[in-house]
């Protein structure tokens, strides 16, 4: 089972629609956690933390599930501008020190 | 927050030879984090460079193949050494900024080609 796991896509959605993207991870003693975006041929950039009792960011809304050791990304009205790749980054505990994980990446195409 | 100043931003290069990689920081950060994403893939952690000490390197990554240097604590390089065209990908450094929950920051990548 890959640390932490999320669904490729593509998801191709229209202008104004909401979409949610989920990520699961592996280690139930993860202890941040994060949604990043990544442009075409850009570096990765965050987007937003998760905490524990939820969080949001205009359209943007991250929630956590602990006990179902999963995150979520849901956008709201989306844009063209919204089309990247949403990485889900973990942060585990690992000999230590707190180790950076990342999910594939989810590609959404907004659509006019 | 940290600002990376990472270059080249990309390069073609023939086979057989070697390519350095620099990455500069804004700030002082005790560790920098060397990624390579290959097309449509995530990012696979290739080195952990540290200033003062050798490199801990991930599984599958070598000092030989990809040595890197840190000579203070805003600077660090990668080099990528007799290139095949398998290390066709993207570079990218990191370092990670905040006590309990670091966030990360990236350079703004290199994009390699090997032909």
């Known amino acids: 089972r890959k640390e932490v796991e999320q669904d490729p896509g593509p998801f191709n959605v229209p202008e104004g629609a909401t979409v949610a993207f989920n990520c699961t991870y592996s280690?139930?003693?993860?202890?941040?956690f994060f949604w990043y975006r990544q442009d075409c041929r850009k570096e990765p950039k965050l987007l937003m933390s998760?905490?524990?009792s939820g969080n949001e960011d205009g359209r943007f809304t991250a929630q956590l599930n602990r006990a179902s050791q999963y995150i979520s990304l849901l956008i709201r009205d989306s844009k063209l501008s919204d089309s990247a790749t949403y990485l889900c980054?973990?942060?585990?505990?690992?000999?230590?020190?707190?180790?950076?994980?990342f999910g594939t990446g989810t590609k959404l195409q907004v659509i006019p | 927050s940290a600002v990376i100043s990472q270059k080249p931003s990309r390069d073609i290069c023939q086979r057989g030879t070697s390519l350095t990689i620099q990455c500069q920081v804004d700030?002082?950060?005790?560790?920098m984090f060397w990624y390579r994403q290959q097309p449509g893939q995530s990012l696979t952690l290739i080195a952990t460079?540290?200033?003062?000490?050798?490199?801990?390197?991930e599984s599958g990554f070598v000092i030989d193949k990809f040595p890197i240097s840190r000579p203070n604590l805003t600077f660090s390089t990668l080099t990528v050494s007799n290139m095949s065209p398998e290390d066709s990908s993207i570079y990218l450094c990191?370092?990670?900024?905040?006590?309990?929950?670091?966030?990360?920051?990236f350079g703004q990548g290199t994009r390699l080609t090997v032909v």
């Open positions: 990191s370092v990670r900024v905040g006590g309990r929950n670091p966030e990360a920051f």
């Open positions: 280690n139930s003693a993860s202890q941040s």
């Open positions: 998760v905490y524990s």
């Open positions: 980054v973990v942060n585990m505990p690992s000999g230590g020190y707190q180790k950076v994980t």
């Open positions: 700030s002082q950060v005790t560790m």
């Open positions: 460079a540290n200033q003062g000490s050798e490199a801990t390197y």
